[in-house]
């Protein structure tokens, strides 16, 4: 046991996996282990390099076996899978995460603090409740319109989608779709003050944290988007530049170049998909506002020019992206552009 170098840990609700070697790469065990038999197994051992796939309750693992003195990584469960030969076993997993931690072009994922996964939980909790609150809304549209009654689509226009329901005892609805109705409608009131509750509680927090503060001086980044940026990027220094940050979430071209001939697609739309929609939406209300009141930026008039709007949008969230990953890294404030300044 004192020979172990590497454990590719394959990790599961009860039954897991784990898969030892020696510093050549050889096979010294590859067991299975029940969840309570985790810990006091690597109690045991001297310490190591333990690999597990990102995935559910992964950083968990990863922080209760760096305790122990091992090194914990988390590999990317997409750069594992060609790592599997012959069918998908657990064993096989457990042993192509192993040969996947041995390359040095395989980055690991960021270990994330208990705090940091409690910020990311506010952010996927309160999209959830959107969510919910979303399917409540068309359900509500959809049955109201078989009685003839509807209003335009959008949570914006909700109050007139309720304006347009007439009172109890009304002869259009009969008594027991009115019911449905209203407890549609309670439902989507409890929804509404939930989804409050959770944007009180981001905007209190974002007033005492100076990054999101800084973050949310830069055009196109609110409170929410800022939250989400230090949820989910605990440590920007992790990327190299501002356009592999940018890669990372999935706003470059992908490539698809062979030989000197260079050919760009549209953007991968990789990594972090909440982030993107984000600074894409943000992005598309930079630009609405830019169309209806003038900017004195001249590179974003002549981008609107030249490109279709939502082809603007995407670029200009490139640009965010970037700014965000220099201010993160380098410090200071976010300033203007001086032709953004007025004279």
Request: with cysteine; charged share 20%.
């Amino acid at each position: 046991m004192d020979k172990i170098a590497t454990i590719g840990l394959d990790i599961a609700k009860q039954v897991f996996q784990v898969h030892g070697a020696d510093a050549q790469g050889v096979t010294l065990f590859n067991r299975k282990l029940r969840r309570s038999e985790v810990l006091p197994f690597f109690e045991k051992l001297s310490p190591c390099i333990v690999a597990m796939e990102a995935c559910g309750s992964a950083h968990h693992w990863a922080r209760e076996i760096g305790a122990l003195g091992h090194e914990a990584r988390i590999l990317p469960a997409q750069y594992v899978a060609p790592f599997v030969t012959r069918g998908k076993t657990d064993a096989g997993d457990a042993i192509a995460i192993t040969q996947a931690m041995k390359r040095p072009d395989i980055r690991s994922v960021p270990m994330k603090t208990a705090a940091q996964q409690a910020a990311t939980m506010v952010l996927h909790t309160r999209t959830f409740f959107v969510r919910q609150r979303v399917n409540a809304v068309n359900a509500l549209r959809g049955y109201m319109a078989e009685f003839g009654l509807v209003a335009n689509r959008g949570i914006a226009h909700f109050g007139k989608l309720v304006a347009a329901l007439p009172e109890r005892g009304d002869a259009r609805i009969p008594p027991a779709a009115r019911l449905m109705l209203d407890e549609i409608l309670a439902e989507i009131e409890t929804l509404t003050s939930r989804i409050q509750r959770i944007d009180d509680q981001i905007a209190a927090h974002a007033k005492q944290d100076q990054d999101i503060r800084r973050l949310t001086a830069i055009p196109g980044i609110g409170t929410l988007t800022a939250s989400a940026i230090q949820a989910h990027v605990p440590d920007p220094g992790c990327f190299k530049s501002a356009r592999h940050f940018s890669a990372w979430l999935g706003l470059t071209p992908k490539q698809n170049s062979s030989g000197e001939k260079l050919r760009s697609g549209s953007i991968s739309r990789m990594g972090n998909a909440e982030l993107r929609s984000l600074l894409y939406i943000g992005a598309m209300g930079v630009l609405t506002a830019a169309r209806r009141f003038g900017t004195r930026s001249g590179w974003l008039r002549r981008l609107m020019v030249r490109r279709p709007l939502r082809v603007a949008a995407v670029a200009l969230a490139h640009k965010t992206a970037r700014v965000v990953w220099a201010l993160l890294t380098k410090g200071g404030s976010y300033h203007a552009p001086a032709e953004l300044v007025e004279s």
